[in-house]
């Protein structure tokens, strides 16, 4: 079991910065990749980034550029950098592991004003 516990979200004006923060716990030796989703209201959730535990990241094409995803492993903590951020990065973002199963993290709200 892992247990994940998200933190930093808020509300900021668009072109505003927020970092989010996912402490793992548990059996984080079974760890494989950890990432960020995030869920606006009426649509799918989507991958926003991924960090596998050999260094590999993947962001989506709409946040290229404007965030950044970090680990630090002596925390066993994910981070996701926004900057630049824009009135549709408003969302419910996850923290996800990735181990022989998926374990999810409670969410927290951005939202970001125009």
């Known amino acids: 079991q892992v247990q994940l516990v998200e933190s930093g979200g808020g509300l900021v004006q668009a072109g505003g910065s927020l970092r989010l923060s996912c402490a793992a716990s548990?059996?984080?030796?079974?760890?494989?990749?950890m990432g960020w989703y995030r869920q606006a209201p009426g649509k799918q959730r989507e991958l926003v980034a991924i960090?596998?535990?050999?260094?590999?990241?993947t962001f989506l094409d709409s946040v290229k550029g404007r965030y950044t995803i970090s680990r630090d492993n002596a925390k066993n903590t994910v981070y996701l950098q926004m900057n630049s951020l824009k009135p549709e990065d408003t969302a419910v973002y996850y923290c996800?592991?990735?181990?022989?199963?998926?374990?999810w993290g409670q969410g927290t709200q951005v939202t970001v004003s125009s």
């Open positions: 960090i596998t535990s050999g260094g590999s990241i």
């Open positions: 996800r592991a990735d181990s022989p199963f998926a374990y």
């Open positions: 548990g059996s984080i030796f079974s760890i494989k990749a």
